[in-house]
């Protein structure tokens, strides 16, 4: 499955394509995602959770990072398995930073290509997949924006390595997991009210 995405960060490129070669930083603004250890200078070993129902995984393996600066893009691979479930997951993240049409905003293009086996991808339909990747890049641009926010703040616009209050942060979503059982049922709430909103305006015309 391919999933192509565009969105726009409060921040000037040159910030976000720094902030963007800490792994650590971006696993702390991704809900369910955590790197474990650093395997080589662009090899990490992480791991992903995610709930779908009653069905639990956490999938483990190896991420590895390409940059290229002069074009400020680059490649994250990774693919894992989760030993309960028996399933595995692969997948490739491009994406590309360019500055905004406004000055001061970045522009960030995002194309991944995921494949999903096992137990899991009995639940990896189109459509309901797309929705809950729109909103994770939505939680991702809060907490990416306000994670900056609060670094800069704090080291004078100097963008460093991972604190250890970044550390720490990571440790505690370790414990945590993407809910993408919440999600599909908060997508389908939506759709439904969206619905009834739809034809209660068809009446109120009549």
Not at 72 to 94: P, T
Not at 97 to 114: F, G, H, K, Q, Y
Not at 154 to 179: M, N, Y
Not at 180 to 186: F, I, P, R
Request: glycine share 6%; proline share 3%; hydrophobic share 45%.
């Amino acid at each position: 499955m391919e999933i192509q995405k565009t969105f726009e960060l409060s921040c000037s490129p040159d910030v976000v394509w720094e902030a963007f070669a800490d792994v650590h930083l971006i696993a702390d603004c991704l809900p369910g995602a955590s790197i474990l250890e650093q395997l080589e200078p662009n090899r990490y070993k992480g791991r992903f959770s995610v709930k779908v129902g009653p069905l639990a995984a956490a999938f483990d393996g190896e991420i590895t990072v390409e940059r290229r600066p002069e074009d400020r893009a680059g490649v994250v691979a990774g693919k894992g398995a989760d030993a309960r479930s028996s399933s595995r997951a692969s997948g490739q993240m491009s994406y590309r930073v360019e500055a905004a049409e406004t000055p001061d905003r970045t522009r960030v293009s995002v194309n991944c290509e995921i494949n999903l086996a096992g137990a899991l991808a009995q639940f990896g339909k189109a459509a309901v997949i797309r929705e809950i990747a729109n909103r994770l890049t939505a939680e991702f641009v809060r907490n990416f924006e306000a994670r900056l926010a609060a670094r800069i703040s704090a080291e004078g616009s100097t963008l460093t390595s991972v604190s250890a209050a970044s550390a720490a942060s990571t440790q505690a979503q370790r414990q945590q997991s993407l809910d993408a059982g919440k999600l599909a049922w908060s997508i389908f709430w939506d759709r439904l009210v969206s619905l009834f909103r739809a034809l209660l305006g068809g009446r109120a015309r009549q």
